[in-house]
């Protein structure tokens, strides 16, 4: 019933509908809220707004509790949205951690299943994997497809660097409608970046802040500013620029055609390359205990080499953080967030977070107006996929 209605209003665009949608947008990242709020945000005459909320309780989409105690006549009403029996599924594949979420309406993850990270895929391939995945967490938690809203995934860190044949538009259509047809519900594929921020921004930082940036540093650097509750760039626009923004016009080629791009500086490629060319120079590493040829170093030897304090791989971390740590600081001259978020794979390694934020503020000290805040992601594992539902309530919304 509760699913039935959200997608009415959804595809309905008639005025009234979208005055429904956009209170409803407000219920949902606001609630629990007060009428008296809920008026104040939405602009609108409080008999206009209680008349669209009893139409939004009466379709089930919101859900109303009475606050305490109230200081005579009527208690006041909080209202919230309604999450009871829908639910969303957000997805993320990457080649360090991919996961699939089973969240409510409210993005609280009820369950969630790992999965390998893969290789290259294609969409093809991809579906074939996902579709039995997907089946058994549903299963596992007694839901069927009539129950969910929508699936979210991002793919990005999957396909980037293979686009020798297609480009990543066409890769992400692909695998949309490819899962479109094969499941009978709303599916969206997306940028992670975007996913990450608009979760972060959404769970965490709404309440604070209307200029928000967002950033993440894994095999590639991205970013995404909010601004106003809106994106500041496309969010169907795949590409991201942030990681091409030179910090060193004397650095190395990026696949771009520019040198010194920020990602030559401090992705995980870029780490993994500089101490591959560190140990090939005869330095000495105590990776070369962990494998027994260079052509085995990947992220996960590198990360276990850092947790065994190796002081060449803790370098090139450090290293890597501080470049990282000057475009963010070089971003925030330009945009003046209050609050930066870094997400991704290097934030709780070792102390690469501390440096960044130790650049950031050396590098701002001079410019004692900007009083920007900077933070790590919260839960730097699920962002991503938590976001890929909060997207799916955005296609509801919008
Ligand atoms: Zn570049």
């Known amino acids: 019933m509760l699913l039935k209605n959200l997608k009415e209003l959804q595809s309905s665009k008639t005025s009234k509908a979208l005055k429904l949608k956009s209170l409803y947008k407000l219920v949902a990242e606001n609630g629990p809220i007060k009428t008296e709020t809920l008026t104040e945000l939405a602009q609108m005459k409080p008999a206009t707004c209680a008349r669209l909320l009893d139409e939004l309780n009466a379709l089930q989409l919101i859900t109303t509790a009475e606050l305490g105690e109230s200081t005579g006549g009527r208690k006041p009403i909080l209202y919230n949205i309604n999450t009871e029996g829908v639910f969303l599924i957000g997805i993320e594949l990457s080649k360090v951690y991919s996961t699939i979420v089973l969240m409510d309406l409210k993005l609280n993850m009820l369950d969630k299943i790992k999965i390998s990270p893969e290789p290259y895929l294609s969409a ?38 293979q686009l020798a044949s297609k480009s990543l538009n066409e890769e992400f259509s692909e695998l949309e409608a490819l899962l479109r047809k094969k499941i009978p519900t709303y599916v969206t594929v997306g940028s992670g970046v975007h996913f990450a921020a608009l979760a972060e921004f959404r769970l965490y930082y709404r309440q604070k802040t209307q200029r928000f940036l967002f950033t993440s540093c894994d095999t590639e650097v991205r970013g995404c500013a909010i601004i106003g509750n809106q994106f500041l760039t496309d969010t169907s626009a795949t590409m991201n620029c942030f990681g091409h923004m030179t910090i060193d016009v004397k650095g190395l080629l990026c696949e771009c055609g520019s040198y010194g791009c920020l990602n030559t500086l401090c992705s995980l490629d870029a780490i993994k390359n500089s101490i591959i060319h560190q140990i090939r120079r005869g330095k000495h590493s105590l990776l070369t205990s962990l494998v027994s040829t260079d052509d085995e170093i990947n992220y996960h030897t590198i990360f276990q080499a850092i947790e065994m304090r190796d002081p060449l791989c803790i370098d090139a ?53 900007i009083k920007t805040e900077v933070y790590p992601a919260s839960h730097a594992y699920e962002i991503v996929s938590q976001g890929a539902g909060a997207m799916v309530l955005e296609h509801l919304v919008n």
């Open 124 to 161: 093809y391939e991809m579906t074939d994997k996902l579709l039995p995945k997907i089946d058994a967490l549903l299963f596992k938690n007694n839901i069927s497809y009539e129950k969910v809203l929508g699936l979210g995934i991002s793919i990005e860190h999957v396909v980037e660097h």
């Open 317 to 369: 971390l450090e290293e890597a953080a501080y470049y990282y740590g000057l475009a963010i600081a070089n971003t925030i001259l330009m945009l003046q967030p209050d609050i930066v978020v870094c997400g991704g794979t290097l934030i709780p390694k070792y102390t690469f977070f501390d440096t960044v934020k130790k650049t950031i503020e050396t590098k701002l000290a001079l410019f004692p107006n």
